[in-house]
């Protein structure tokens, strides 16, 4: 192997100096949890050994994360495939099946021990001994033990990764957990989303491929880059809200005119993810730009969250406009008073929730 | 006798485990066994839930044939409801519906179903500039030139076409031939490259297809930016109830749909026809002739008995599906069950399904005998409306209930159940929905539509290249591939169409996208139910759903998988994926390749073929998650 496809190559090919190749080394060396004195090693590992082995497991889930990597518009799917990574395991794109793909599967883990990442898409059903989801003639529950015990890293990849995602919800008949709940010891990144965004999916990837390392995280594990605000925060429909202009039925003036959302349920002022900034598509569109709220598909919890389409708990607003031609006679006072108490009433909203308080602090009634 | 296990199976959606039963001294393939081997119970969690809300759970049901679940789930509620939604909110969700099963169906070929045929190791023994050559002789011989209607079109020149250069097939043989060399073969690891069937095509076709593997990869996206425009994302686009949530305005600058919006939507829809027109059907023909030539007409198994189909694509709104309606406005009446059109269509014999037949149990109804679970009359199939399961894992036949080694065919071997018509199994999917559209005509059944006449069209087109009639073609392994590719075709015009039609009623003065009439739960009766039908990519979809005192009492799917890869019936009949692995021939018993081939031609989709079903009313505490009966 002539290195060409190692982190060393690549940090060549993209220009990067050879001391912030060894800074990442040294974080590596860091987050595999290995003494500085191990740092030649790695070193020596990240100049000669390949592309970052990937294995890619599927539990309760329905495939919608893999949809979302594979429209990833930049990177491009076949650049992460070919280029970023080395897929060695996946249920949806290898080419191998059965047997075959297990004994590789068993392989890769001895081969790459503790290098690989793990990346998890779907729920960890924990029900009947873990019966109600099995692969290889095992519970998924075991397979995902067994592969996480060797990795060096996990990828919880979507909600129900995450979170524990639909099936989860109320009742939740086959006892799902996400995948934390099951795996420990190991540095988890938490990549929600139903699903998360083509290219935040594969910027966590492409972080790793590009600064050998995973990416700055928030208190709950997701990368603040990507989960840093709310969708409220940079959404191109917060001047209507700040100027209490809102959609009060699908299809009246207000949802042609494209004012705020929030009165028809939308889960914005309460939902971190890049919907709003980076937008899908690379800033074609997002679900508020289409017309409809926010569902908050990537906060825990999101599907026992009451009915979608009521306005969330415990946020005031201003008088409603439901006349476009009367814009300017909006007094903004009761907005800007409404705007300054949202951010810091958007912490009691689970509260209220729990409580099944869903009275709104000020403001007339939807 | 050999018995085979395949488990997982891959390039597919859910978790799926086949066995056989194989007589290696001939090849034949004595016993099949399908089984979906993970359960979620998705209809559980949206009971005593909001109608209004049921889409978005439903369609987590699948990621991949995103939309599918949700429209049905609508139109089931809308049904209920007696809610008619407006012409542009039929014509919107008419275009997601295609732009999907395009998306879906191209997918599919080339990302989960084309390894199965070419291999990246083959392709390194291509001669680039003969790989050229190959591509133009492709185009030349394989391209179909039939379209839909076309009121308008501003696509000057076809952006997506396949290249043709040395240099282009040189370089791509040189990546997979440096992946190849590192030893790092990632997705294309620990294949059966090694498969006699992988010589059946030569090293050009090979080059050629991996190159367009990659090419239709990084270009797939852009089909489904319908979704991103009028949902909002994708996948898991966004809808409501009573129509659309994107409003149209032409006198606003932030309105969802706009004149930049549906430009948009203008430019996916073209470059989606080039690239099905031009790399998709003819990929699909060319080696699809190959393998016809040289006899590959196995795999049809129950296509050639019994196929079904619920009919799609309304081309107005309607008042209702139970109550006829909805059956009257389709431009793709593959509504009905053609028997035996794999003895010609002389002998095959067409049956009428009305909307009256799926409401009644004694034409559509489920069974459980080798499904993990019980009913309450032992034997009985139950209609899904009248629905009732209880969970009853049993473990397999040899090994634990946590390691298994062989499943019992004589006994519960699935989370799946059996979808009966009338009593019997049937084929579902783009092959079922041809074969029916192609007798409805030929037999005089229907007057064709453009939709119906374009699928008459192309299946004679494809007769006359591979020289033999259609029931020999079609109703096997390569016919069910090509069916789907047909349907892509089709389903690029259908989006062309209805995108037309949009922009027609919009400019008559209609930007109309919701009924709003119903939104309140105060205005709905205290019980209704309805019933919510679509084509979706793998077949006959229905939701169910039964309306209490504004919340769902009672809701269930029944899926095109579930249809296809169902266990036996209680007298041993075997559904679709059973039966075409036993109309398969296996050259090497421990590498079965022609197995995962014939099943893969199904597209499966387990996770939504994997459900459970409840009593009307009964509380969500009737769901046991002990298997042995404790409660």
């Not at chain 1, 395991?89 to 297990?102: I, K, N, W």
């Not at chain 2, 009257?328 to 431009?331: A, D, G, N, P, V």
């Given at each position: 192997m002539d290195g060409k496809d190692s982190l060393w190559g690549l940090f060549q090919q993209r220009g990067l100096s050879r001391r912030s190749f060894l800074k990442v080394c040294m974080t590596i060396t860091g987050i595999l949890g290995l003494s500085p004195a191990m740092l030649p090693k790695v070193v020596s590992a990240a100049e000669q050994n390949p592309l970052p082995v990937v294995v890619w497991l599927h539990g309760h889930e329905c495939t919608g994360c893999d949809e979302s990597f594979i429209r990833s518009q930049s990177p491009l799917a076949s650049d992460v495939l070919l280029n970023m990574i080395s897929l060695e395991?996946?249920?949806?794109?290898?080419?191998?099946?059965?047997?075959?793909?297990?004994h590789h599967l068993e392989e890769v883990m001895k081969r790459y021990e503790g290098k690989y990442l793990l990346a998890v898409e779907g729920g960890v059903s924990t029900g009947n001994e873990g019966t109600f989801c099995m692969v290889g003639g095992k519970p998924f529950v075991a397979a995902l033990k067994e592969a996480a015990r060797g990795a060096a890293a996990v990828l919880e990849i979507g909600s129900c990764a995450a979170w524990g995602g639909v099936q989860a919800a109320k009742p939740n008949p086959t006892n799902t957990v996400a995948v934390h709940t099951v795996v420990s010891g190991k540095p988890i990144i938490k990549i929600p989303g139903c699903p998360p965004i083509p290219e935040v999916l594969t910027g966590v990837v492409m972080h790793y491929a590009m600064f050998g390392q995973l990416p700055p995280v928030d208190s709950q594990g997701r990368p603040k880059q990507f989960y840093g605000n709310r969708i409220h925060d940079t959404c191109y429909r917060r001047p209507f809200f700040n100027s209490g202009m809102f959609a009060e039925q699908f299809d009246d003036a207000g949802s042609k005119a494209g004012w705020c959302l929030y009165k028809l349920g939308c889960r914005g002022p309460e939902t971190y993810n890049s919907c709003g900034n980076l937008r899908w598509w690379n800033g074609l569109s997002y679900p508020i730009q289409s017309g409809h709220g926010c569902i908050g598909c990537s906060s825990n919890g999101f599907w026992d969250n009451d009915h979608f389409y009521d306005r969330m708990p415990g946020i005031p607003v201003a008088k409603t406009i439901t006349n476009a031609d009367t814009i300017g006679l909006v007094v903004g006072g009761a907005a800007v008073a409404g705007v300054a108490a949202h951010g810091a009433l958007s912490v009691l909203q689970k509260s209220k929730r729990r409580s099944g308080e869903h009275e709104e602090v000020g403001g007339p009634k939807a | 006798m050999k018995r085979v296990v395949v488990d997982p199976v891959t390039r597919i959606e859910g978790h799926l485990r086949v066995e056989i039963k194989l007589d290696e001294a001939t090849g034949?393939?004595?016993?099949?066994?399908?089984?979906?081997?993970?359960?979620?119970?998705?209809?559980?969690?949206?009971?005593?839930?909001?109608?209004?809300?049921?889409?978005?759970?439903?369609?987590?049901?699948?990621?991949?044939?995103?939309?599918?679940?949700?429209?049905?789930?609508?139109?089931?509620v809308e049904d209920a409801l007696g809610i008619e939604i407006p012409k542009n909110a039929n014509s919107i969700r008419n275009i997601m519906l295609s732009c999907q099963n395009v998306h879906d169906h191209l997918v599919h070929f080339y990302h989960l179903h084309a390894l199965d045929w070419v291999s990246p190791v083959a392709a390194l023994k291509a001669d680039p500039k003969?790989?050229?050559?190959?591509?133009?002789?492709?185009?030349d011989k394989y391209s179909l030139p039939l379209a839909g209607p076309m009121d308008f079109n501003f696509n000057a020149y076809p952006k997506e076409f396949p290249k043709a250069t040395t240099a282009y097939y040189k370089t791509v043989q040189d990546k997979i031939k440096k992946i190849v060399e590192n030893g790092q073969l990632g997705i294309f690891s620990a294949q059966w490259w090694d498969h006699p069937d992988y010589e059946v095509l030569p090293p050009e076709v090979h080059l050629l297809a991996v190159a367009h593997y990659l090419n239709m990869l990084d270009r797939q996206r852009d089909i489904v930016v319908p979704h991103v425009i009028f949902g909002g994302k994708n996948p898991h686009p966004h809808f409501i109830v009573g129509g659309m949530p994107c409003a149209i305005s032409m006198n606003d600058m932030n309105a969802p749909i706009n004149t930049e919006r549906l430009a948009a939507v203008d430019a996916s829809i073209n470059a989606t026809i080039d690239m099905v027109n031009s790399f998709y059907v003819p990929d699909v023909l060319a080696i699809g002739e190959l393998y016809v030539k040289k006899g590959y007409v196995d795999g049809g198994g129950?296509?050639?008995?019994?196929?079904?189909?619920?009919?799609?694509?309304?081309?107005?709104?309607?008042?209702?599906?139970?109550?006829g309606e909805y059956h009257?406005?389709?431009?793709l009446r593959c509504d009905g069950v053609v028997e035996n059109f794999g003895q010609g269509l002389d002998k095959a014999v067409y049956h009428e399904l009305s909307a009256q037949d799926i409401t009644d149990p004694a034409v559509l109804a489920e069974g459980v005998d080798h499904s993990w679970y019980s009913y309450p009359e032992k034997g009985k199939d139950l209609h899904p409306w009248e629905g009732d399961t209880e969970p009853q894992f049993t473990g397999p036949k040899e090994g634990t209930k946590t390691q298994w080694k062989y499943l019992d065919e004589n006994a519960k071997y699935s989370w799946l159940k059996t979808p009966k018509w009338k009593g019997k199994t049937a084929e579902v999917g783009p092959l079922a929905r041809y074969i029916i559209v192609y007798t409805k005509v030929k037999k005089g059944v229907i007057q064709p539509t453009w939709v119906e006449k374009m699928v008459v069209d192309q299946i004679e087109a494809v007769s006359k290249v591979l020289s033999v009639p259609p029931e020999v073609w079609l109703p096997t392994t390569v016919g069910r591939t090509a069916a789907r590719a047909l349907e892509t075709q089709l389903n690029a015009y259908i989006s062309k169409y209805f995108f037309d039609k949009l922009i027609k009623n919009i400019r008559s003065g209609d930007t109309s996208t919701a009924n709003t009439e119903k939104w309140d739960p105060k205005t709905w009766p205290e019980q209704a139910r309805g019933v919510g039908l679509t084509e979706a990519p793998r077949g006959a979809l229905s939701h169910w759903i039964v309306i209490k005192d504004g919340k769902a009492a009672n809701y269930q799917a029944v899926v095109p998988t579930t249809w296809n890869a169902c266990p036996r019936d209680s007298q041993g009949v075997h559904g679709a994926y059973e039966a075409c692995m036993i109309d398969t021939k296996v050259k090497v018993a421990d590498k079965p390749l022609e197995i995962l081939k014939a099943v893969r031609s199904f597209d499966p989709c387990l996770a939504c073929s994997t459900h459970l079903y409840d009593t009307a009313g009964k509380p969500i505490g009737v769901v046991h998650s002990d298997p042995y009966g404790k409660k």
């Open positions: 395991y996946s249920d949806t794109l290898s080419a191998a099946a059965g047997e075959p793909f297990e | 034949k393939v004595e016993d099949a066994l399908s089984s979906g081997t993970a359960w979620r119970g998705l209809e559980v969690v949206v009971k005593d839930r909001d109608p209004r809300d049921i889409w978005a759970f439903v369609q987590r049901i699948c990621g991949v044939c995103t939309g599918m679940h949700a429209i049905s789930s609508l139109r089931a003969a790989t050229g050559d190959l591509q133009n002789a492709v185009l129950l296509a050639k008995e019994r196929v079904l189909g619920f009919g799609d694509f309304p081309d107005e709104p309607y008042s209702g599906i139970a109550n009257k406005k389709l431009l």
